[in-house]
């Protein structure tokens, strides 16, 4: 397994403003993903983050909106820009291990006024 | 793309067991995921299955059969904290990331 920690656990934000959500774990892992699980609903994968490349998003999802980084095998950030009341909703990390196994971080729940 | 059909809402009782069921339909499977998730917080890992039979872990079994396209988690002694919603994933397609099921939101009552 992987221990993964997010930073913020939780914000409150203006509409308009952008907040940059920071993902850290225990051990190099080659699959770094970012998921929204918007209120009531199951988790929709935004992007894949690459390590040394840019990442690879899902339909309906783009870099402008949210930028993400990756600089190594540990970290990843995924910031959410411009922010409107739509982008409430709690962001998580998750991580692939070379078992197959999948695994999240603790979250990051937004909320935008 | 892929179909999963899980019931909405369960409830059962406390010491009880509790069967949760997850139907598939996909092509190039992969690898079958259930994990819980309470209120607030993020989905916790529980199985993963790749080849069809059981396997257990303490309290919680899960079982597959790829030729039915079906899973189920099981949850034997139940207790109140187990009231949680139970996500399944398949994963599929040659694809790594699985595509996630609504959840089955259970309903643990003394």
């Known amino acids: 397994s992987a221990v993964i920690s997010q930073k913020p656990s939780r914000d409150i934000c203006q509409r308009g403003t952008s907040l940059t959500i920071q993902c850290q774990v225990d051990s190099q892992v080659t699959m770094m993903f970012w998921y929204r699980q918007q209120p009531g609903q199951s988790l929709t994968l935004i992007a894949t983050?690459?390590?040394?490349?840019?990442?690879?998003?899902e339909s309906g999802f783009v870099i402008d909106k949210f930028p993400i980084s990756r600089p190594n095998l540990t970290f990843s950030t995924l910031t959410v820009s411009n922010m409107s009341p739509e982008d409430s909703s709690i962001y998580l990390c998750?991580?692939?291990?070379?078992?197959?196994?999948?695994?999240f971080g603790p979250g990051t729940r937004l909320t935008v006024t | 793309g892929q179909n999963i059909d899980q019931p909405t809402e369960m409830t059962a009782t406390e010491g009880a067991i509790v069967q949760i069921n997850c139907t598939y339909q996909?092509?190039?499977?992969?690898?079958l995921f259930w994990y819980q998730q309470h209120a607030g917080e993020a989905p916790t890992f529980l199985s993963y299955n790749v080849l069809d039979g059981l396997e257990e872990k303490g309290r919680f079994s899960s079982f597959l059969s790829r030729s039915k396209g079906y899973s189920y988690l099981l949850l034997k002694e139940l207790q109140m904290k187990d009231s949680a919603s139970y996500l399944c994933?398949?994963?599929?397609?040659?694809?790594?990331?699985?595509?996630f099921g609504r959840g089955t939101s259970l309903i643990v009552h003394p």
């Open positions: 994933a398949v994963r599929a397609g040659g694809s790594y990331i699985p595509t």
């Open positions: 998750s991580v692939g291990t070379g078992d197959g196994e999948q695994y």
């Open positions: 996909t092509s190039g499977f992969n690898g």
């Open positions: 983050a690459n390590q040394g490349s840019e990442a690879t998003y």
